[in-house]
Structure formats: C-alpha cells, structure tokens
C-alpha cells in the first residue's frame, strides 16, 4: 500500500522568501511521484513529476522538488514565492509501471502574506 | 493537448435527491477513468477507476449503489450520486488518462447538498 504524508497543514510565507514544503511517501515499489496545486474553487493543475533519473525536476512557475529514496522524501521548493503563489499543495504518489491508484497527501496550505 | 472537462462545474441539490455529473477526455483515449471526491478541509479519496472493457473498481466506504458508474466509450463517463446527503457534499474530481500514462485531471465538480 502507498501513503503519502504532508505533515504541515499550513504554511505561511513572506512574499520574495524561499519555500518548502514537505512530502514524505510510503511505497513498496518504485513510486512515481508529483506535485498538484489547487487554487481556490478550481481543481487540480500538475506542478511536476517524477519517474526517475535526475533526483530534481524541475516544474513550471520557478517550482522544483527533489526525490530522496533514503529519506522517503520528496519536498517542494521554490526560491522566491509570489503572492499568486497562495493556494493548496498536493503531494501524489503512484506505483510505477502498471500503477494506476494515485494516492494523495492531506495538502499543505500556503498563504503567501506582502 | 489532453484536457479533460467537467460538468456541471457547481451544483446544488436537495437533500435526498440524485446529482449526476460528466466527464469528458479531449485530445486522447480515456482508456481508464478515476473519479475521486474531496470533501471539506480534506484531501482527495479515490470513489472508484474504471478502466474500458473491465469491471469498475470501487473503492472501500464507496459502492455502486450510492455512485453508480457509466464508462461508454474512450471519451466520456459520467457518475451519480444517489440519493445525496450533506456528507456527499464536495468537490467531485475526474481523472483519465490513456494507457499507462499520468492521469489528466478536470477542474471537478462542486456539489452542495441542501
């Protein structure tokens, strides 16, 4: 079974700072991992993923997150955040080859203050 | 591009009565589709996939008696939810995706039950 977990419920962040916001995931095959964001009253847009290869990747807006197999992570960054930047973040996790349940974090709150 | 679209994008419906909702695949075969509902302050809880030529796969507390399932043809499906109640209000989300690609994702349907 997967499980992602996103242990921060709400982040809060001044406009211009650098972000992270954390992800660990559980999976007993290689995982296929990605990053949603949700803004207010719409659904899901994809930020990044990743499959394998280069541990970051980099995603659109100035997004990238970085895979560690040895810690279970795979934690957003972005180096200077804008107050558009403000919505919920969604950590995925999906089996590999053959994976078809994608299973996602709680979601982490960001509110980007001026 | 892929795109997926939904619809209605909100609705609202009497306690007790039926709500059904659309999904359309654009640009690809939407050889599997999973609907997914994301409750209030929560993440988002798989209902069910369906996968063309297969038998729909309901997930746990999620039964084709309360969610019924249409899957015709590689571009569209559609859900009910029977007999809605303020816990079935949320954010309703579909996701499809051809083969063993990543899933597209709509922009969901929002339902209030009154």
């Known amino acids: 079974a997967q499980s992602v977990t996103q242990p921060d419920a709400r982040v809060t962040v001044s406009e211009g700072a650098s972000l992270q916001l954390r992800c660990k995931y559980s999976?007993?095959?290689?995982?296929?991992l990605f990053w949603y964001v949700q803004y207010p009253r719409q659904g899901l847009q994809l930020l990044l993923k990743?499959?394998?290869?280069?541990?970051v990747v980099q995603g659109v807006n100035g997004f990238e997150a970085e895979f560690s197999k040895s810690n279970s992570s795979f934690h957003l960054r972005k180096a200077s955040v804008h107050w558009s930047d403000s919505a919920v973040y969604f950590c995925?996790?999906?089996?590999?080859?053959?994976?078809?349940?994608?299973?996602f974090g709680s979601g982490t709150r960001l509110l980007v203050s001026p | 591009g892929a795109l997926v679209y939904q619809y209605p994008r909100r609705t609202i419906c009497k306690s007790g009565t039926s709500m059904r909702m659309e999904c359309q695949a654009v640009g690809f075969q939407a050889t599997s589709v999973a609907w997914y509902r994301q409750s209030p302050q929560k993440t988002f809880e798989l209902i069910a996939l369906?996968?063309?030529?297969?038998?729909?796969?309901?997930e746990q507390n999620f039964t084709q008696e309360k969610f019924p399932i249409s899957h015709p043809n590689l571009s569209f499906s559609s859900m009910t939810v029977l007999n809605a109640y303020l816990e079935d209000r949320g954010l309703y989300l579909c996701?499809?995706?051809?083969?063993?690609?990543?899933?597209?994702f709509g922009s969901g349907t929002r339902l209030l039950v009154i």
């Open positions: 369906s996968t063309v030529n297969s038998a729909i796969k309901y």
């Open positions: 996701g499809a995706r051809e083969g063993n690609s990543d899933y597209t």
């Open positions: 995925a996790v999906r089996s590999g080859t053959g994976g078809y349940k994608v299973v």
């Open positions: 999976s007993s095959v290689t995982p296929y």
């Open positions: 990743y499959y394998s290869g280069d541990p």
